[in-house]
């Protein structure tokens, strides 16, 4: 019997219609920003505009005639869909410092901030970010090194010269809760990079190499960054992670080894954590934003706890 629908990780969710239908009609889409009640998600050096609110702020999203003075071409747009019923769209601001704007929002990095921002704002400024970063990453041709330019309503950058049309890409990414043994018994495999603040220990990851499976990625890395033998990958959820441009790919999985070898340089630490060990506060873990952060409360909350059940501490 399958358990209550699970709640989308941070930046997940159906949180706008993308309305990708009208992306080729460019008489539409002057209508959508002629009319004047477009909402506006402001990038800038892919920060969003944050508006304070102690430990609850929000998106600060622009009306139409806040922004136009500081949009040079109506095609640097990008069409998002539909948000709380009005046309959304993208803009990179450009210079430094960015244009003053009224009010008292700041640019700010959305890592640090996407589980303070409600869920649907959360999603709409990583969407922005994302697509402001694709096409910073493709004005020129990556064939012929000719200028690209924007169609399709911001989906397209296609090439000046020979027309190779460029779409916007992601990079799938794995991440694996690695457990052993059962019960009170059960540890989860965690690892630091050194890079890390001090005592921070995460889930492991890893991008999926051309010609392979998720689940051979999962066994893969696992191996690669710890020499532990594992098997039986088995889905858990996906994040999109526009820092720049990831799909994290969820999975659990259970080892058949256990003696920890950190062998690629990756990780400088990797260790067996018992629920108790995550449950006491001593070991940092990842922001709860992300997917990480969610593979490890899951497995920590699991039925099998034998009674030792408790949440986590983040940063």
């Known amino acids: 019997m ?3 629908p699970r709640q989308p990780n941070i930046f997940a ?9 009208p992306r080729e009609d460019t008489a539409w889409l002057d209508v959508l920003r002629d009319q004047g009640n477009a909402w506006l998600v402001p990038v800038w050096q892919l920060r ?7 430990d609850t702020p929000t998106a600060r999203l622009l009306e139409w005639h806040e922004a136009a003075p500081h949009i040079e071409r109506s095609e640097d747009l990008i069409l998002l869909g539909e948000f709380r019923s009005r ?5 990179e601001f450009t210079g430094d410092p960015p244009p003053a704007l009224p009010g008292d929002a700041e640019f700010q990095d959305l890592r640090s901030l996407g589980s303070l921002l409600p869920g649907d704002e959360a999603g709409l400024l990583a969407y922005a970010r994302a697509m402001v970063h694709w096409r910073a990453r493709h004005r020129f041709c990556g064939s012929c090194g000719a200028p690209t330019a924007s169609s399709r309503s911001g989906h397209l950058l296609k090439c000046t010269e020979c027309g190779t049309a460029q779409f916007p890409r992601i990079d799938p990414a794995i991440i694996v809760l690695v457990s ?6 059960e540890r989860a495999l965690l690892g630091r990079q050194a890079i890390w603040p001090p005592g921070r220990y995460s889930t492991i990851a890893g991008f999926v190499e051309p010609g392979e499976s998720l689940e051979d ?3 893969r890395e696992v191996l690669e960054e710890t020499g532990i033998e594992a098997t039986a990958p088995t889905y858990h959820s996906s994040q999109p992670w526009p820092f720049p441009s990831s799909l994290m790919l969820g999975f659990t999985a259970r080892a058949l080894s256990t ?11 990797a260790r067996w954590f018992s629920r108790e060990d995550l449950a006491s506060g001593r070991i940092l ?9 969610r593979l490890i409360q899951d497995w920590l909350n699991a039925p099998q706890a034998g009674g030792q059940q408790g949440r986590a501490t983040g940063d």
């Open 2 to 4: 399958s358990g209550p």
């Open 13 to 21: 969710g159906p949180y706008l219609d993308r309305t990708a239908h």
């Open 48 to 54: 969003n505009l944050i508006a304070p609110g102690g």
């Open 87 to 91: 046309p959304c769209f993208a803009v």
């Open 180 to 185: 052993r043994g059962e019960g009170q018994d």
């Open 217 to 219: 990625a999962v066994l």
């Open 259 to 269: 003696d920890i070898a950190c062998r690629d340089g990756e990780l400088e630490d």
């Open 285 to 293: 873990l990842p922001p709860p934003q992300s997917i990480s952060y």
